[in-house]
């Protein structure tokens, strides 16, 4: 089973006050004492709140697992004996970049990196769904990829918490599936390119990719005619 660290009130306090990074819609993610680890605490309105159920079987399944390439759990956390969160692994230098702030080169290397995480995270049944830049972890001078926010999977029988909106428009047509990790990711490459489904014309399309790119973009149009191919294989040089 996944060890617990059980901390105290005024460590609670002190971590969101001081230590804070980032906070989201459900949680803050804190820096540790470690400077190999984070912490992700369950909040609201900086009040620690419960991590569900659902949240802490996906939990103890990745610290079973342990997936490469994503951001796993060590432990979880525990305030007065409620699990408020749980510390996971980093390295200081993995960063979350926004695609314009990345070379071209830089760029196509994230994408077919990722693209590749996702179709090895298919084999571990992993779902990923809320796929995006800020979710994904970058170390420029290593060029190690790793993917964040892993308590939002969905994985097994274990469904996801939070559903992106590109998510709610593939659900609009057709199940979740591993469908969604090439239209997710295709999504993510078209914003990159500042390029969409329905507006890019052929010609814009023609400039950035290969021909049978432009069958990709339109059957993304409605995801129930979604032919899942990945359009980074089609991505010219």
Known sequence: MIPNKEISRSDFLYAITYQRLTRGGEATIC???????????????????????????????????KPQQAINPISTISLNDIIIGYEMETTPNLKTYK????????LK????????????????????GDIDPRNILFDRTSGEIKFCDMDNIHLDNLPMDLIPEDVEFYETTRPLDFGI???GH?????RALEM???????????????????????????????NNEYLFQYLKK
Do not use: C, G, V, W
């Not at 290397?109 to 990923?128: A, C, G, M, P």
């Not at 295709?186 to 078209?190: G, I, Y």
């Open 186 to 190: 295709n999504k993510m490459t078209l």
């Open 99 to 106: 695609p314009y702030q990345l070379s071209p080169e830089e």
């Open 31 to 65: 820096q540790s004492n470690n400077p190999y680890s984070l912490y992700k605490f369950f909040t609201l309105s900086d009040r620690a709140k419960p991590m569900s159920q659902n949240k802490l079987e996906k939990i103890s399944r990745l610290y079973e697992l």
């Open 196 to 226: 969409d489904p329905y507006l890019s014309t052929k010609r814009e399309i023609s400039k950035h990719f290969k021909r049978p790119a432009i069958k990709i973009i339109k059957s993304m149009q409605n995801p129930q005619d979604f």
């Open 181 to 183: 990790h090439p239209f």
């Open 109 to 128: 290397y994230f994408l077919k990196k990722s693209k590749d995480i996702l179709e090895y995270f298919r084999t571990l049944n992993i779902i990923y």
